[in-house]
């Protein structure tokens, strides 16, 4: 029923024989309600339900009907809670192990004005199918931090995926007026990494024009066309934001 939904996502590859992928995101209380009644429990999950570290549960149900994906946005998040979180995980997540170093340097980007909340940006997490995910959430409200702050704390930090991204991204930002929201990692056991920057969208929530007119890519720029046209004709709907990945 869409009054469990959240909200609803669909990935566009650049790939010609790839087809589109759709994922359904339901709320936290039908969310919480799923992985209650689900047999196989996640210790992810489960560490931080232990400690109070869960602010909103989101289950991701994809075209595989699978049920079993989950991200966790974190809640609590004191520099004695995430010390004791990323004890845990540099115990018991070997990927994050390897990691460590670079996942807790873009965690100390800023994102509050709270004392002691040092890694307050990490701010959605799930560690599932050997993937762990990351995402750091952009405090780009008012009398906050600016879109150029992150981009350069992005370009600062010598990742060459998001050196690349962020250069898009600031020529969409001036197109279509939106601000940056967060950046995730997914981070790989058996595969490469998947490097994402997401926008919120302009006042404009149907216009997609700030990605038709940077986007170069044939492909990705007539998959985006078609999906803005979809979106023209269901006007429920509305375009709240949107990523890029490599």
């Not at 999950?45 to 946005?73: C, G, P, W």
Request: aromatic residues 14%.
């Amino acid at each position: 029923s869409t009054d469990k939904v959240d909200y609803f996502g669909i990935n566009i590859s650049s790939e010609q024989k790839s087809d589109y992928k759709f994922k359904i995101y339901y709320q936290d209380e039908y969310s919480r309600f799923l992985y209650k009644n689900s047999k196989n429990k996640n210790p992810l999950l489960e560490f931080l339900f232990k400690n109070d570290m869960i602010s909103f549960l989101t289950v991701l149900h994809n075209e595989n009907n699978d049920f079993n994906l989950y991200d966790a946005r974190v809640g609590n998040r004191t520099n004695e809670n995430m010390e004791k979180f990323f004890e845990y995980m540099d115990k018991n997540i070997k990927i994050f192990n390897k990691n460590k170093n670079e996942i807790l340097k873009i965690s100390k980007m800023k994102s509050t004005s709270k004392e002691n909340h040092d890694y307050y940006s990490l701010y959605f997490m799930a560690y599932v199918n050997n993937i762990l995910k990351c995402h750091w959430f952009n405090n780009t409200r008012k009398k906050h931090e600016s879109n150029e702050y992150y981009l350069d704390f992005l370009n600062n930090l010598k990742i060459k995926e998001f050196c690349i991204l962020s250069k898009v991204i600031k020529k969409i930002i001036s197109v279509n007026k939106g601000r940056l929201l967060m950046e995730g990692i997914d981070y790989s056991e058996n595969g490469p990494e998947k490097h994402k920057i997401y926008i919120r969208n302009s006042k404009n929530k149907r216009k997609l024009d700030g990605i038709l007119r940077v986007i170069s890519n044939p492909i990705l720029k007539e998959k985006i066309k078609k999906i803005s046209d979809w979106n023209n004709m269901h006007k429920n709907l509305y375009c709240d934001g949107f990523a890029l990945c490599i």
